[in-house]
T-cell receptor, first 112, second 112 residues
Framework: KNEVEQSPQNLTAQEGEFITINCSYSVGISALHWLQQHPGGGIVSLFMLSSGKKKHGRLIATINIQEKHSSLHITASHPRDSAVYICAVEGYSSGSARQLTFGSGTQLTVLP | DVKVTQSSRYLVKRTGEKVFLECVQDMDHENMFWYRQDPGLGLRLIYFSYDVKMKEKGDIPEGYSVSREKKERFSLILESASTNQTSMYLC???????????FGPGTRLTVL
């Protein structure tokens, strides 16, 4: 069983819709990351969470540590939001090079 | 702006060839990482480095080696390429103790 599970794997929405992508994990973590990957490969970090909620523009990320669950929400979705969204968790480590374990990603397509 | 560059966007090699993938970052980051990304499997850590000449195995190091002779440069080496190493390879860097990993654009390697 993967340590990080994302759902759905694929999501198609109409422009303007509210979108939710879910991430569940099975291990204790120190932080959870949401990343965005556009066609062509480049990955950008969107959020890092250890508790509660963060908002950046139309993107909102929440985490429930007790339930080992996080959600990424996109309000008023736009075709430019079409990308793969990746959840990654960071375990506890005494070293500085803290490693991430990644989910397999959610392919989002927003239609005009 | 942090910049992580990779030597090639696309690379085609033959089975048995020695392959070098180069990654350079310009922000004096201590930590550097090599991942491969395959459909349905997400990103998997091959090797990482937390300092010059220091390296640690990730989850899937078999068939790979790395070199970090200078702080800004982290090389991934396939000693004898095989077809199952056909993949997207992504490099990332991170300042020690800081949360965000910065990713390069990726190298899509095809081994024939």
């Amino acid at each position: 069983k993967n340590e990080v599970e994302q759902s759905p794997q694929n999501l198609t929405a109409q422009e303007g819709e509210f979108i939710t992508i879910n991430c569940s994990y099975s291990v204790g973590i120190s932080a959870l990351h949401w990343l965005q990957q556009h066609p062509g490969g480049g990955i950008v970090s969107l959020f890092m969470l250890s508790s509660g909620k963060k908002k950046h523009g139309r993107l909102i990320a929440t985490i429930n540590i007790q339930e080992k669950h996080s959600s990424l929400h996109i309000t008023a979705s736009h075709p430019r939001d079409s990308a793969v969204y990746i959840c990654a968790v960071e375990g506890y480590s005494s070293g500085s090079a803290r490693q991430l374990t990644f989910g397999s990603g959610t392919q989002l397509t927003v239609l005009p | 702006d942090v910049k992580v560059t990779q030597s090639s966007r696309y690379l085609v090699k033959r089975t048995g060839e020695k392959v070098f993938l180069e990654c350079v970052q310009d922000m004096d980051h201590e930590n550097m990482f090599w991942y491969r990304q395959d459909p349905g499997l997400g990103l998997r850590l091959i090797y990482f480095s937390y300092d010059v000449k220091m390296k640690e195995k990730g989850d899937i190091p078999e068939g790979y080696s790395v070199s970090r002779e200078k702080k800004e440069r982290f090389s991934l080496i396939l000693e004898s390429a095989s077809t199952n190493q056909t993949s997207m390879y992504l490099c990332a860097s991170r300042l020690a103790g800081v949360d965000t990993q910065y990713f390069g654009p990726g190298t899509r390697l095809t081994v024939l």
